[in-house]
C-alpha cells in the first residue's frame, strides 16, 4: 500500500506536503517559475532533489526573511498538531 514519510496511508485525493527549498527564482511579465529543492531525495532509485513549479503552486511555510512586511510564523510542533501530522 502507498504511504507517506511517516507511514501514513495515502488514498487518491489526499492533499500532501513536500518540503522544499527554493534555489533559484525566474521572473518575467506573465509568470514566476521557481527551482526548488526537496527535502528529501526521490527515492528509492533517484537521488534528485529538483522541481520546478510556478510561484502561484506553492504557499510559503517561513521562516521568513527581514524585509518580509508581515513575517509568518513557523513552528514544527505547532504544524505537526494542527495538521495532524505526527
Known sequence: MPHDKNGRLLEVGNMVTVRCKIKAIQISEEYCNLNLE?????????????????????????????????????????????????
Open 38 to 86: 526537496t527535502e528529501t531525495p526521490m527515492y528509492p532509485l533517484d537521488s534528485r532533489t529538483g522541481l520546478s513549479l510556478n510561484a502561484k503552486q506553492v504557499e510559503k511555510l517561513g521562516p521568513s526573511s527581514e524585509d518580509d512586511p508581515e513575517p509568518i510564523k513557523y513552528d514544527e510542533e505547532a504544524w505537526k498538531h494542527t495538521s495532524g501530522r505526527s
